[in-house]
């Protein structure tokens, strides 16, 4: 019978088994990325890519080295296993999965309907002309799509109103992901690409809301309401219910953290194991650290992307990633792949404080890293309290 009071070091634990770390490695293929994505229930989607584009970095830290391609295959694909919606944030997700979606398409419909000093309302006819354009041309990306609006604008991103009316679009549900290419995501209407058996399956909000808060708790192995909700970026009005169904059920079990002020519940199938042997970098984007408050109660870990902090006033670096050794946080490494050098650059490197890193392990991590993106060699620069121990043990093990 699963425990009713667990200490935080259990705790840890299960969070990690729960996300798939510890299990023995493998040669990794098709099968073993749709496992791993089906224990996760979505990969975010991030586009910076100074070290590697985010939805790749999580199934590399459970799984080791894999082919990119073979994910791409899957996730890129016009029609496949996969598409994508705004789960979290903008992510790869089941395709049977989207119509467990259909009450946020709603929401937005909703909300962009009753506010009439929205973009939505104010460019009805643009929305209604690039739903004929994908009905008359077939799946198109934004690029793809002429018309005298679509101009780039601002120092960002500068999204052309095209761009912006499809985003409009596609949270609403009145257009689809139709796959990618070279990254850039192609629109389709939903009856273009989506089989018969999603698009006539309705889910009733509450039920949506239920299932969701179900695979949160599985890919949380422990959490609080605040974190199962935040995994799908639930509403807690929407989850609260959801969760107590889920007890009622006794799918989901009460349990008191040591420590944890708040009442934390544990999914019933979660794997309790003694001991968990991780050896892995963390994206910002990663499942484990979403949500900044659950890191810090877990491990002890204060985490903060600094990607779009001006760079005097970065503390940690630019692309910084936490070291998972054993069940532990023990530092953060700033990552950069230089392509063109062949080179797997770690501009910073710091020690967590109480912590203590197995450099050799984390040489050996980061050599493994720069093959898996194709570089030749990592050079470690002198920023970071870590950084004199790091560079001579990745020298050692580079050679």
Avoid: C
């Amino acid at each position: 019978m699963p425990p009713s009071d667990l200490s935080p070091a259990l705790a840890r634990r299960i969070a990690l088994a729960a996300q798939g770390f510890g299990a023995e490695p493998r040669d990794v293929g098709t099968r073993q990325l749709n496992l791993a994505v089906d224990r996760l229930g979505l990969l975010q989607i991030d586009s910076v890519n100074v070290f590697e584009r985010s939805h790749y970095l999580p199934l590399y830290a459970r799984l080791g080295s894999y082919d990119r391609a073979l994910l791409d295959r899957l996730t890129f694909a016009r029609t496949g296993r996969y598409t994508e919606y705004w789960a979290h944030e903008a992510a790869f997700l089941p395709i049977v999965d989207w119509p467990l979606w259909r009450w946020k398409m709603e929401r937005f419909r909703s909300e962009y309907a009753s506010d009439e000093s929205s973009w939505a309302n104010a460019n009805r006819p643009m929305l209604t002309w690039l739903v004929d354009e994908l009905r008359a041309s077939g799946p198109l990306p934004a690029s793809a799509i002429e018309h005298e609006s679509n101009v780039r604008r601002g120092p960002w991103w500068g999204w052309s109103d095209v761009k912006r009316g499809l985003e409009v679009l596609f949270r609403t549900g009145d257009v689809v992901s139709a796959g990618r290419t070279r990254f850039e995501r192609t629109y389709a209407l939903p009856e273009q690409v989506l089989p018969a058996s999603v698009l006539d399956r309705v889910v009733d909000p509450a039920d949506a809301h239920r299932e969701l808060m179900r695979r949160a708790s599985r890919a949380h192995g422990v959490g609080t309401l605040s974190d199962l909700a935040d995994y799908f970026r639930l509403k807690t009005r929407d989850a609260a219910p959801a969760l107590e169904a889920l007890v009622d059920a006794g799918e989901v079990l009460p349990v008191e953290v040591a420590g944890w002020k708040k009442r934390a519940f544990l999914h019933r199938e979660a794997r309790i194991p003694r001991r968990i042997d991780a050896d892995a970098l963390l994206s910002p984007f990663d499942p484990v650290v979403w949500e900044r408050t659950r890191t810090e109660r877990l491990f002890g870990f204060h985490y903060r992307i600094e990607i779009y902090t001006p760079q005097p006033q970065r503390v940690f670096g630019y692309y910084v990633l936490p070291v998972l050794q054993g069940d532990s946080l023990v530092g953060r490494v700033d990552l950069k792949s230089d392509r063109q050098a062949g080179v797997l650059r770690v501009q910073a490197a710091w020690h967590e404080t109480g912590q203590v890193v197995d450099v050799e392990r984390l040489a050996a991590l980061l050599h493994r890293t720069a093959a898996w993106q194709g570089l030749g060699s990592v050079e470690v620069v002198d920023r970071g309290d870590l950084a004199s121990e790091l560079r001579p043990a990745v020298a050692a093990t580079g050679r």
